[in-house]
Nanobody
Framework: QVHLVESGGGLVQAGGSLRLSCAASGRTFTYYAMGWFRQAPGKEREFVAAISWSGGNTYYADSVKGRFTISRGFAENTVYLQMNSLKPEDTAVYYC????????????????????WGQGTQVTVSS
């Protein structure tokens, strides 16, 4: 069992930056691919970014490519999402997720591929 806790959300003006963190506890998450998803009010939860358990591969949704960066700190058991040049349309609850069945280079983008989820952190971008 892996327990995930997100932090770092908040209110920011358009063009600003935030850094989200996802701390994992329980079983080591070293061999888990990790992902970030988001859900805006009235919309489906959508993929944002993923990183392989090796840390060598990353993948981003087109809407955030070039603005967001996913990374992982193995010693800290933490995954990060650096969000720059934020836009009002980035407003959502952001969720961290872990995939226990991935290979070293996989970057899963589908919700059902993930086995564990955090409770989410709110990100609000004002115009």
């Amino acid at each position: 069992q892996v327990h995930l806790v997100e932090s770092g959300g908040g209110l920011v003006q358009a063009g600003g930056s935030l850094r989200l963190s996802c701390a994992a506890s329980g079983r080591t998450f070293t061999y888990y691919a990790m992902g970030w998803f988001r859900q805006a009010p009235g919309k489906e939860r959508e993929f944002v970014a993923a990183i392989s358990w090796s840390g060598g591969n990353t993948y981003y949704a087109d809407s955030v490519k070039g603005r967001f960066t996913i990374s992982r700190g193995f010693a800290e058991n933490t995954v990060y999402l650096q969000m720059n040049s934020l836009k009002p349309e980035d407003t959502a609850v952001y969720y961290c997720a872990a995939d226990r069945d991935s290979n070293p280079v996989a970057v899963p983008t589908i919700r059902r591929e993930y086995d564990y989820w955090g409770q989410g952190t709110q990100v609000t971008v004002s115009s």
